[in-house]
Structure formats: C-alpha cells, structure tokens
T-cell receptor, first 111, second 114 residues
Framework: GENVEQHPSTLSVQEGDSAVIKCTYS??????FPWYKQELGKGPQLIID?????GEKKDQRIAVTLNKTAKHFSLHITETQPEDSAVYFC??????????FGTGTSLTVIP | EAGVVQSPRYKIIEKKQPVAFWCNPISGHNTLYWYLQNLGQGPELLIRYENEEAVDDSQLPKDRFSAERLKGVDSTLKIQPAELGDSAVYLCASSLQGMNTEAFFGQGTRLTVV
C-alpha cells in the first residue's frame, strides 16, 4: 500500500512568520492529496487539497504545492497566527476514497 | 447542519471487557469510515462502508473487532474482548459517495483499556 512520510514532527514559528510542512509518498498512482488540521480534542478537518493534475493551489494564507516527479507535496502557511497552532496531517489517495495519512506535524505559533 | 456525531466521547474499560462505539454520519453521506488514531500518529483506516456494504475491511482485526451499518446510516464499531493495546482514539468520518470527496470527521471516542 501507499506510504506517506511527513516532516517535521514538530514546528515552532513566531507569529507572522511562515510555516512549511513537507510530505513524500511512495505510490506514483496516488492522485489526490488532502491536508487536515486537528485541534486538541477534535477530529481532523480538511483545510486544503490538491489533485495530481495541478501543481499548486492557494486559499488565502495557505497553499499547497505538488511535485509528481519527486513524489512530494508541501503545505505553506503564511502570516501565521496563534489560532494556526494545531496538528497538521497530510494524506495521499489512489482511489479517492481510501486515504493514507502522514504521522502529523505539531505546529506552535508563538505570539 | 450537524456534523458527524460520535458517542461516547470517552470510555474506560478493563481489559477483556467488550466495548462499542456509535457513529451518526452527516445526512446524505453514503460513505462511512472508521479510523484508529494512536497517540502521535495519523489516522489508520479500519473499515469503509458504501451504504450498508463494507467495501474495505482489510485492516480490521476480525478476531476481536466487528462493525455494522444497518440501513446504511448509523454505524457501530465493537471490540470484544478489548486488549491494552486497543487504547486509542477511534474516529468516524463520512463523505458523499464518489472519488476525491471531502471526508468529515467526528470528534472521536478516546478509549482507555486498563
């Protein structure tokens, strides 16, 4: 099956700075890559996703890039705010309805 | 509109005892997932339903875990007997049928086996 690796496991940034989280996947057939944000005591919530026919997608302060050749994709958060503090998970899917998750990145934004 | 509802939120049981988790998906969502999330890890799929049919249960430990989704709406996940290693968060998610559709997660049930 698919194997998704995620780095770093923890990340601390000053408020206003940018944060970048990187993931790699193993199966070249993967074609859908969602990112989830999980706050303490809550379930993961989709924040952005990208499909394999697109190289970059942006939604306000968050953006995701995909490099199919290298089989890696990244989440970029600009102008970070304290409310961005959470655990972020990347995921990859081949079929579009079975998701393989990374191990998560705990992001702390320091006011 | 209510999101995915799970109960209970927390459960503490002794090893070898049975336990059951309940999930009510978002209305109209045909696809339902049960995920296991260990501390510091990402969710891992246990079972996926399309309506009332379990279409992917390859990761479900069938010797002690069972699930059902009667009438294609609510679902129950059961463990019998529970082991210490089953301590984790059990997440339910639902989505519209089809590919690349957003999965909405419930808050999860945190199980502690002592």
């Amino acid at each position: 099956g698919e194997n998704v690796e995620q780095h770093p496991s923890t990340l601390s940034v000053q408020e206003g700075d940018s944060a970048v989280i990187k993931c790699t996947y193993s199966d070249s057939a993967s074609n859908y890559f969602p990112w989830y944000k999980q706050e303490l005591g809550k379930g993961p919530q989709l924040i952005i996703d990208i499909r394999s026919n697109v190289g970059e997608k942006k939604d306000q302060r968050i953006a995701v890039t995909l490099n199919k050749t290298a089989k890696h994709f990244s989440l970029h958060i600009t102008e970070t705010q304290p409310e961005d503090s959470a655990v972020y998970f990347c995921a990859a899917s081949i079929t579009g309805n079975q998701f393989y998750f990374g191990t998560g990145t705990s992001l702390t934004v320091i006011p | 509109e209510a999101g995915v509802v799970q109960s209970p939120r927390y459960k503490i049981i002794e090893k070898k005892q049975p336990v059951a988790f309940w999930c009510n998906p978002i209305s109209g969502h045909n696809t339902l997932y049960w995920y296991l999330q260990n501390l510091g890890q990402g969710p891992e799929l246990l079972i996926r339903y399309e309506n009332e049919e379990a279409v992917d249960d390859s990761q479900l430990p069938k010797d002690r875990f069972s699930a059902e989704r009667l009438k294609g709406v609510d679902s129950t996940l059961k463990i019998q007997p529970a082991e210490l290693g089953d301590s984790a968060v059990y997440l339910c998610a639902s989505s519209l049928q089809g590919m690349n559709t957003e999965a909405f997660f419930g808050q999860g049930t945190r199980l502690t086996v002592v």
